[in-house]
């Protein structure tokens, strides 16, 4: 049985969101791929993208349109220059071509060339149709749906449950059957999804990309503690990390993020308080960096991807000074691998399941990697993650216009502190008298969000969003 990857849970990617940013990006590329293979990409005169659902309704605030230009213009998420994001779509604007697939012009009008259809697709609320205007009048036309993590799917296909073509050694769609391998063959759960990553590619291979992916995780970091101002979007929200990290003058300054871990080692800060100023600072960086189309890891997602980096951070700066690269490894393994189960038995959409199927999940994915690197039994491990989901469960999703910066970087600091209190509790749990299964959780989880008014699924029409200021972004 083929799986899910845990680099297609933590991928590298531009904000804001995973499923409004990242999704249509890679379903612009998608798009363009197919059109080559009709033969048609040569005959095209003009390009539309229609949004519909969730992906219109807080599209502009997502940057759902701009993410889809610049798919559609053949930038890549994972490397193209952040800086230059502005300036690329400014000459598109200005010229009113689109350079499509980074190869041939077409003509684009920012203003004409990109519909908000308030109506929902039926098969998902994040739906994209790409139309291609030829010159002979037809018109060659795909719809995608971003499904949550950046995933992309069409309605007559299921690449969203599977990545691999290759068969898992431990095939896993549930955490019962992860702790099944874990049990018969005496291993960790990061051992474990190890070797389903073998299958794929080398150890010298997941071994880079795992650091790969954890040195954005701490590039991220490390920008936002040193970027002051107001993020873009028009809510004129500050940012806090940067205050934070000034405030605390202990903390050397570095010139990057490499050993920007030692300032926090050399201090051994042991007082709660500090502590937990420290992790708040940590998960609020990450999401200041997202909100302003910087460079993230979906974790799973990007609205989620402060949790995971703050709680690696937590254990690197004051619970194990001498970890490193295993640690940090185990760690990505053990979270990827929750996440991808949440995937198969429920969701990691906001728009399908709100905020619980994003904060929730990531939350969740950290206790149970952090519970294994401080000793926890993969029953442990397995209980943290149950726990840190309990009490995320019915989390909406009403991010004020559109933009994914109140509630949700707030949301990423909680989903640190609870991450962090359910592996401590997990490793004080008898696990025999465990009431509630991970796998329970997870589909009481996909049962809450299958009840929840589609209003507070990121649509920004209930809750929050319209409790507090309405704000034209």
């Known amino acids: 049985m083929s799986g899910i990857s845990v680099f297609e849970i933590l991928k590298i990617g531009v904000g804001p969101s995973s499923s409004h940013t990242l999704g249509p990006w890679r379903a612009a590329e998608r798009w363009i ?25 807080t599209g502009k605030g997502h940057a759902t349109d701009l993410a889809s230009i610049l798919g559609l213009n053949g ?31 077409v003509h ?45 799917v069409k309605e007559d296909d299921d690449s969203g449950k599977s990545t691999s073509k290759k068969p898992f050694d431990f095939p896993i769609e549930t955490a019962s059957q992860l702790l099944h391998y874990c049990k018969e063959f005496k291993l960790p759960i990061s051992d474990v999804v190890l070797r389903n990553e073998k299958s794929l590619r080398s150890v010298d291979d997941i071994k880079s990309e795992l650091n790969r992916i954890w ?59 500090q502590i937990l100023k420290w992790i708040g600072c940590f998960a609020l960086s990450v999401n200041e960096v997202n909100a302003s189309l910087g460079r993230v890891v979906t974790a799973p997602t990007n609205g989620s991807s402060g949790v995971i980096p703050a709680v690696m951070m937590y254990y690197l700066c004051f619970i194990n000074h001498e970890a490193g690269e295993e640690e ?9 691998e929750i996440g991808s189960i949440y995937k198969k038995g429920a969701t990691i959409s906001a728009a399908m399941g709100g905020c619980q199927a994003e904060i929730g999940v990531s939350s969740s994915m950290a206790a149970a990697a952090l519970c294994e690197l401080m000793g926890g039994s993969p029953e442990q491990a397995l209980a943290a993650a149950e726990i840190a989901m309990e009490h995320h469960l019915g989390l909406t999703c009403d991010p004020i216009g559109g933009l994914v910066q109140i509630p949700c970087i707030e949301r990423n600091y909680m989903g640190a502190v609870k991450a962090i209190s359910a592996a401590e509790l997990a490793l004080e749990t008898d696990t025999d008298h465990s009431k509630v299964s991970l796998d329970e959780v997870v589909r009481t989880m996909m049962e809450t969000a299958k009840d929840m008014n589609r209003k507070y699924k990121e649509t920004s029409e209930g809750g929050l969003a319209i409790q507090t200021f309405l704000v034209d972004c």
């Open 33 to 57: 791929q197919e059109l080559k293979k009709k033969d048609v990409f040569e005959e095209i005169q003009e390009i539309k993208v229609h949004l519909y659902g969730s992906l219109s309704l």
């Open 108 to 152: 684009f009008d920012f203003d004409k060339n990109v519909v908000f259809h308030k109506e929902f697709l039926p098969f998902h609320p994040n739906g994209i149709t790409f139309e291609a205007i030829l010159n002979d009048g037809m018109i060659s036309s795909e719809t995608y749906y971003s499904i949550g993590g950046g995933f992309v």
């Open 215 to 273: 040195n954005v995780m701490l590039e991220s970091m490390y920008i936002g503690c040193h970027t002051e101002g107001i993020l873009p979007g028009g809510l004129n929200v500050r940012r806090r990390a940067y205050d934070i990290h000034k405030k605390h003058k202990s903390v050397r300054n570095y010139n990057s993020h490499e050993n920007w871990i030692d300032s926090f080692r050399s201090l051994k800060i042991t007082r709660f308080q």
């Open 75 to 105: 930038e890549d998420p994972e490397y193209i220059d952040v800086y230059q994001i502005e300036t690329i779509l400014q000459e598109i604007k200005d010229t009113k071509i689109i350079r499509l697939g980074g190869k041939q012009d």
């Open 328 to 336: 940090i490894q185990k760690f990505l393994l053990v979270a990827g």
